[in-house]
């Protein structure tokens, strides 16, 4: 299968993005799938991911209140709608989908448990 992300850009701090990433190849009767960052220097860390079976939804601490995430199941396509953006949320986005289903909360946001990844889009938020 194939994850394709779309959305990156130049914001300045405060403004909004919204990311799209299409899932395409899985035959799969649930899933996670979600978002991921990574800073130059850092590690890569969880952002948001769902369920598509249960529609369970987790979120890093550090986007509560300002990230949605959300399913279109028709098309297998998940959206992130970043908003009051900060300088801080510059990273390539992924998105990664683990077959097995969406985790418990002590995982569901750790990289090592998705093993189908995107290219990446680049988010870069201006001060």
């Known amino acids: 299968g194939h994850l394709v992300e779309s959305g990156g850009g130049l914001v300045q701090a405060g403004g909004s993005l919204r990311l799209s990433c299409a899932a395409s190849?899985?035959?799969?009767?649930?899933?996670?799938i979600g978002w991921f960052r990574q800073a130059p220097g850092k590690l890569r860390e969880g952002v948001s991911v769902i369920g598509y079976r249960d529609g369970r939804v987790y979120y890093a601490d550090s986007v509560k209140g300002r990230f949605s995430i959300s399913m279109e199941s028709a098309i297998n396509t998940i959206n992130l709608q970043m908003n009051n953006l900060r300088p801080e949320d510059t990273a390539v986005y992924y998105c990664a989908l683990d077959p097995h289903g969406l985790r418990t909360s002590d995982w569901a946001l750790q990289p090592i448990s998705y093993g189908h990844w995107g290219q990446g889009t680049q988010v870069t938020v201006s001060p």
């Open positions: 190849g899985f035959t799969l009767n649930s899933y996670g």
